[in-house]
């Protein structure tokens, strides 16, 4: 059995709300997942790593009242978006860069979670997550699609000029018949920045 996947997994179940966000956190897994996702002995621990990342970064409707059984004591907020430094951006955009496909799709998740904090854009950027995104937006499995799709929307509101630019470089790339090069990057341009 692939532990390291599966107690990576275990990490994503209890992050699904604010209190288990906090526990994980203060339990000090989030290097331990870094690591995972840089050197992870197989393709399943680094996407589960991922998955565990994104569940850190989620902001849900528990995050200002009390929702669920477990946050009914005391509101719990999610975790400050700072605590995700470059070291986790660089290890998820080398996850979109040259993971398996779930890994790519977690990854992209959790930058898409990051994302929803405008502070985090420039950090994401800078790591070089732009390509990848656009790449997996346009040509990606489903999931990979969506959720780079949906990571480019949040990333749109502070960096629009250069998913723009970047948006009609990597379709141009992608596609040589011009037709379909414009159907694709309207699609993109529809799904991605409106």
């Given at each position: 059995p692939?532990?390291?996947?599966?107690a990576s997994f275990a990490l994503s179940a209890i992050a699904s709300t604010n209190k288990?966000?906090?526990?994980?956190?203060q339990a000090g897994a989030l290097p331990a997942l870094v690591a995972l996702m840089e050197v992870g002995p197989t393709a399943g621990a680094k996407a589960r790593a991922a998955q565990?990342?994104?569940?850190?970064?989620a902001r849900d409707p528990k995050d200002f009242a009390p929702a669920m059984a477990d946050d009914a004591d005391v509101p719990v907020l999610?975790?400050?978006?700072r605590l995700f430094d470059s070291r986790v951006v660089a290890a998820l955009a080398a996850l979109l860069r040259g993971g398996c496909s779930e890994c790519r799709a977690q990854a992209a998740r959790a930058v898409l979670n990051l994302a929803q904090a405008e502070q985090s854009h420039e950090d994401i950027i800078a790591a070089g997550a732009l390509p990848p995104l656009l790449q997996m937006a346009t040509e990606?499995?489903?999931?990979?699609?969506g959720?780079?799709?949906?990571?480019?929307?949040?990333?749109?509101?502070t960096a629009r000029?250069?998913?723009?630019?970047?948006?009609?470089?990597?379709?141009?790339?992608?596609?040589e018949d011009p037709l379909r090069r414009e159907v694709l990057l309207q699609r993109v341009k529809y799904y991605c920045l409106t």
């Open positions: 692939d532990l390291a996947a599966e288990g966000r906090q526990a994980v956190h565990a990342v994104a569940a850190l970064a999610p975790l400050d978006w990606g499995e489903p999931a990979e699609r959720n780079a799709a949906t990571a480019l929307r949040f990333l749109s509101v000029e250069e998913i723009e630019a970047r948006v009609v470089a990597t379709v141009s790339a992608l596609e």
